[in-house]
């Protein structure tokens, strides 16, 4: 399980004051980004997450400018990343929490660089993945009057018409006046992630303490927390993975990362050993929200995010056109 930093970590800074020189003067800079929560505000239905367009053009221009890459680092598949961010052809996406990579959509450009990362579950990791969905399903009949509600688990559960997209698991509401018993199972290749947004507290806790029993019988799944989410998953990548395979795969000479959850602190923690051990000149963290970090610097939300990524488009444009004039 990721570990949750116990330091608050910086206090938070306007999108103005960030120290962005480093990343805009780099001889060959990889900027990686989280999706959920940074890009795109998160929402209680998932499959509905689009990137602030700010922030989608912002991604755009930096992708075309020389020298310059853009990466996705995300907890969801690849196969809904790509549709859901609309991100340019050209850039990098890691998925699944570091599980799969998908680095080379520019090949023809840099033959070399051109990798991709898709893993077949192993025997054990498939059983194991079946019995979170045994194990999850039948979380609908603890819940009151779960065998007459139109929504149960029987008739949505194979709501997902696609690997990845949002499946939704009791979708009627209770009428309980603490909030509403609907909940999300996210289906993706390698996990299965229970989404308790909007969901009343005392069922999104009997919802995670549920989720989490399976790990019992299974120990080898890894239990992934983060905003509102359970996520259990059968294989062991990180999204620090994800930035060290991105840091050999580009060899830039400076790297960026913005996250906002849980899981990005390992992709903070590998970007801070690689400028440690010099084979980065220059490493950016940013922490998006208020939650306790390892970053550098901290900045609001998706919005903020948006405003630093146009600082950072005009600043490295200005200084390629500078630096070859």
Same mark, same amino acid.
């Given at each position: 399980?990721?570990?949750?930093?116990?330091?608050?970590?910086?206090?938070?800074?306007?999108?103005?004051?960030?120290?962005?020189?480093?990343?805009?003067?780099?001889?060959?800079?990889?900027?990686?980004?989280? +999706?959920?929560?940074?890009?795109?505000?998160?929402?209680?239905?998932?499959?509905?997450?689009?990137?602030?367009?700010?922030?989608?053009?912002?991604?755009?221009?930096?992708?075309?400018?020389? *020298?310059?890459?853009?990466?996705?680092? %995300?907890?969801?598949?690849?196969? &809904?990343?790509?549709?859901?961010?609309?991100?340019?052809?050209?850039?990098?996406?890691?998925?699944?929490?570091? =599980?799969?990579?998908?680095?080379? #959509?520019?090949?023809?450009? /840099?033959?070399?660089?051109?990798?991709?990362?898709?893993?077949?579950?192993?025997?054990?990791?498939?059983?194991?993945?079946?019995?979170?969905?045994?194990?999850?399903?039948?979380?609908?009949?603890?819940?009151?009057?779960?065998?007459?509600?139109?929504?149960?688990? !029987?008739?949505?559960?194979?709501?997902?018409?696609?690997?990845? %997209?949002?499946?939704?698991?009791?979708? %009627?509401?209770?009428?309980? !006046?603490?909030?509403?018993?609907? +909940?999300?199972?996210?289906?993706?290749? $390698?996990? *299965? &992630?229970?989404?308790?947004?909007?969901?009343?507290?005392?069922?999104?806790?009997?919802?995670?303490?549920?989720?989490?029993?399976?790990?019992?019988?299974?120990?080898?799944?890894?239990?992934?927390?983060?905003?509102?989410?359970?996520?259990?998953?059968?294989?062991?990548?990180?999204?620090?993975?994800?930035? *060290?395979?991105?840091?050999?795969?580009?060899?830039?000479?400076?790297?960026? $990362?913005?996250?906002?959850?849980? #899981?990005?602190?390992?992709? +903070?923690?590998?970007?801070?050993?690689? #400028?440690?051990?010099?084979?980065? /000149? =220059?490493?950016?963290?940013?922490?998006?929200?208020?939650?306790?970090?390892?970053?550098?610097?901290?900045?609001?939300?998706?919005?903020?995010?948006?405003?630093?990524?146009?600082?950072?488009?005009?600043?490295? &444009?200005?200084?390629?056109?500078?630096?070859?004039?």
């Amino acid at each position: 399980m990721t570990s949750k930093p116990t330091v608050l970590g910086p206090a938070p800074s306007a999108p103005a004051e960030v120290a962005l020189r480093d990343l805009a003067t780099a001889d060959s800079l990889l900027l990686a980004l989280d +999706f959920d929560g940074v890009l795109a505000p998160l929402q209680d239905d998932p499959s509905t997450s689009r990137m602030v367009p700010e922030s989608a053009s912002a991604i755009a221009a930096l992708a075309g400018l020389p *020298r310059t890459r853009v990466a996705l680092v %995300s907890g969801r598949d690849i196969a &809904t990343l790509r549709r859901l961010s609309e991100a340019p052809d050209s850039a990098w996406l890691i998925g699944s929490h570091g =599980a799969e990579a998908e680095l080379g #959509t520019d090949a023809d450009r /840099n033959p070399d660089t051109a990798m991709g990362r898709s893993p077949e579950l192993a025997p054990a990791e498939a059983a194991m993945l079946a019995a979170i969905d045994t194990h999850l399903d039948a979380f609908e009949h603890t819940l009151p009057g779960a065998d007459e509600r139109p929504g149960s688990a !029987a008739a949505t559960t194979g709501a997902a018409a696609t690997t990845g %997209s949002a499946a939704t698991i009791g979708a %009627s509401d209770s009428g309980h !006046a603490d909030g509403p018993s609907d +909940f999300l199972i996210e289906r993706k290749p $390698y996990s *299965r &992630t229970v989404h308790t947004r909007g969901l009343a507290p005392e069922a999104a806790a009997a919802l995670h303490e549920h989720a989490l029993d399976v790990v019992e019988e299974f120990p080898d799944i890894r239990v992934i927390e983060g905003h509102d989410i359970t996520e259990l998953a059968v294989k062991q990548a990180t999204k620090g993975d994800g930035i *060290r395979l991105l840091a050999r795969a580009g060899e830039p000479t400076a790297m960026g $990362y913005l996250g906002d959850d849980v #899981t990005d602190e390992d992709a +903070f923690a590998a970007l801070d050993e690689l #400028t440690d051990s010099r084979a980065l /000149n =220059a490493g950016l963290t940013v922490k998006v929200g208020s939650a306790p970090t390892r970053a550098s610097w901290r900045i609001a939300d998706p919005a903020a995010v948006a405003e630093l990524l146009g600082r950072l488009v005009a600043e490295r &444009t200005e200084f390629l056109r500078t630096a070859h004039d």
